[in-house]
């Protein structure tokens, strides 16, 4: 039997497990999978501190989530860079300043090799990927009608549970709701479970350095090589920009990461070929774990088609 992310007809995911047979014929029809591999394990160092040290947990989510609120009078986490006073408003990301939850559920596997793995997905997000695989992800009016909600209380009461190894903090993406999810690990101290971020990497260097020394493994899909695709399908400009520093700050760090490539059909020249000498040029695969998404390559999707570069 196999694992794998099954991308059915309406563009949304879910996980099963098919055999052989199954898997053969899906693939026939046009379905796209995305496998999910194991034996890969990362050392998780921040754990470990907040293991050894207990005590100093709660002074350094203080000071991350002050030089957040620093951040968050004039915001320009993000590549949007829209300077709006997050405490007055929400952004043109959609986040809010109280964070709000749509999704929270345990996922039997990572390709990390972790199993049995929280997963608290926010609304809000800088990126508009037509492709995005959550409607609530793309969509950043979080007012949205027909958007489920998951409550703060409900989370909370879930963590506080600890039936899972590990907690995803994911969505939308969590850089843009940072203040939020720190403001929520203090109420659960010393938070004894690895903290993964799966981020897009938009987002400025400073947000990577005061997460440093919180979370203890960066998750960085790479979605786009070039500024002209990544406007066009992303809703993005100057990715490029962006998403080059977030790699360097990667490449400097000692803690592994994991960073996915994905893999647009009709994009492999003009973006997955440029992802990969990307990579090479910060030397990334010396220090994180590099996977392909090709959850994206699903028949009867624009993204069938070439791109003109």
Not at 46 to 63: I, T, Y
Not at 249 to 267: C, I, T
Request: aromatic letters at 10%.
């Amino acid at each position: 039997m196999r694992r794998v992310k099954v991308l059915i007809e309406d563009g949304r995911f879910h996980f099963d497990d098919v055999d052989e047979e199954l898997h053969n014929f899906l693939l026939d029809q046009g379905v796209s999978f995305d496998e999910e591999s194991t034996g890969y394990s990362f050392e998780f160092i921040n754990l470990r501190q907040r293991q050894r040290a207990p005590s100093g947990w709660m002074p350094v989510l203080d000071n991350a989530i002050r030089r957040v609120k620093e951040e968050y009078r004039v915001c320009r986490i993000c590549h949007m860079q829209c300077g709006i006073d997050r405490f007055s408003g929400t952004g043109p990301c959609g986040a809010t300043r109280h964070g709000e939850y749509f999704d929270l559920f345990v996922h039997p596997g990572m390709e990390n090799g972790l199993e049995r793995v929280l997963h608290v997905m926010m609304t809000g997000c800088s990126l508009d990927c037509f492709f995005c695989h959550k409607d609530q992800e793309r969509n950043r009016r979080t007012e949205a009608p027909g958007m489920d909600r998951v409550s703060r209380e409900e989370v909370l009461e879930t963590l506080r549970r600890g039936e899972f190894n590990a907690v995803a903090f994911s969505g939308g993406n969590p850089d843009e709701n940072l203040l939020a999810i720190l403001e929520l690990l203090r109420e659960v101290d010393p938070f004894p479970w690895p903290i993964l971020w799966e981020t897009h990497g938009c987002i400025h260097p400073e947000i990577l350095r005061i997460t440093e020394d919180i979370v203890d493994l960066f998750i960085l899909t790479i979605k786009f090589g070039n500024d002209d695709c990544a406007l066009r399908l992303g809703g993005v400009s100057n990715y490029m920009q962006w998403i080059c520093p977030t790699l360097e700050f990667l490449s400097r760090r000692e803690k592994k990461s994991l960073v996915r490539l994905s893999k647009l059909a009709g994009h492999d020249a003009c973006c997955y070929a440029r992802m990969q000498k990307i990579i090479s040029k910060y030397r990334i695969e010396k220090t994180s774990k590099v996977t392909i998404r090709p959850g994206f390559n699903y028949a009867g999707s624009v993204l069938t088609e070439s791109c003109n570069e």
